[in-house]
């Protein structure tokens, strides 16, 4: 988790827009940032400032040195906007900005066709464990271990539109803090805000899912658009 990657990705491409010469080719996005997460592919998710609900997603892959975009978007964010990743409180309803892996996918449906990335199927029986005082917390589990309360957590079957397809955003997730936040996802629109999720169609979900390559080393960066003074001050 790089929670610091958003200065770059506000800044530095409000820069090149201001700078590019007229009639010149845009610079790709991430072409911008300062980092990428040292892979082949980026997914950029942007909102156009800290209270924004809605936003895109763009998906971009390095083909010969340069980022061509590979797809983009319509995209919804937490109800509460945007915020820190590193100051983040769980139950804020918020999407945290930074730069973050995508460990695994799961689903309440079957894989897309060509899908590379460790794919884990929904079941009755599998949650994800929000419990702060479990062992577990931030964690897939399956079954929902003793320690973890379903109160406390997501029971994942239930939300079969949401989690048709999904994949894993790696916030919160190597190191977790309690009360930082956990079950942070990329996944198919509910058609409203999220929790502090990333969601898109689910026609783009399942592209995103066919296109992402675990030897690629795939990163989701999360920011804004626009030159916000909260997200610059990160």
């Not at 845009?26 to 892979?39: C, E, F, R």
């Not at 895109?56 to 892959?61: A, K, N, R």
């Not at 955003?169 to 999220?194: E, M, Q």
């Amino acid at each position: 988790m790089r929670s610091r990657v958003v200065l770059a990705l506000v800044s530095a491409s409000c820069l090149a827009l201001l700078g590019a010469a007229p009639g010149a080719e845009p610079v790709p996005l991430p072409a911008t940032m300062a980092d990428t997460g040292g892979g082949r592919q980026l997914i950029v998710a942007q909102a156009p400032d800290t209270g924004a609900t809605t936003g895109t997603v763009g998906w971009w892959e390095l083909r010969d040195g340069q980022w061509v975009q590979a797809g983009s978007a319509p995209a919804r964010f937490g109800a509460g906007g945007l915020v820190e990743g590193a100051t983040r409180r769980q139950g804020t309803n918020t999407t945290p900005t930074g730069l973050y892996d995508l460990p695994f996918g799961f689903g309440t449906k079957a894989a897309p066709a060509g899908t590379r990335v460790e794919y884990r199927s929904v079941r009755e029986s599998s949650w994800w464990c929000q419990d702060n005082d479990s062992a577990s917390y931030n964690r897939w589990v399956d079954p929902l271990p003793a320690d973890c309360r379903a109160a406390e957590s997501e029971h994942l079957v239930d939300y079969g539109a949401q989690y048709a397809h999904a994949l894993v955003v790696g916030f919160n997730y190597d190191r977790p803090v309690r009360g930082r936040g956990a079950g942070i996802f990329l996944h198919v629109d509910g058609k409203g805000a999220t929790a502090g999720c990333v969601s898109v169609p689910e026609d783009a979900m399942r592209r995103i899912l066919a296109w992402t390559d675990p030897a690629a080393k795939p990163h989701l960066a999360i920011g804004t658009a626009g030159g916000d003074t909260a997200v610059t001050r990160y």
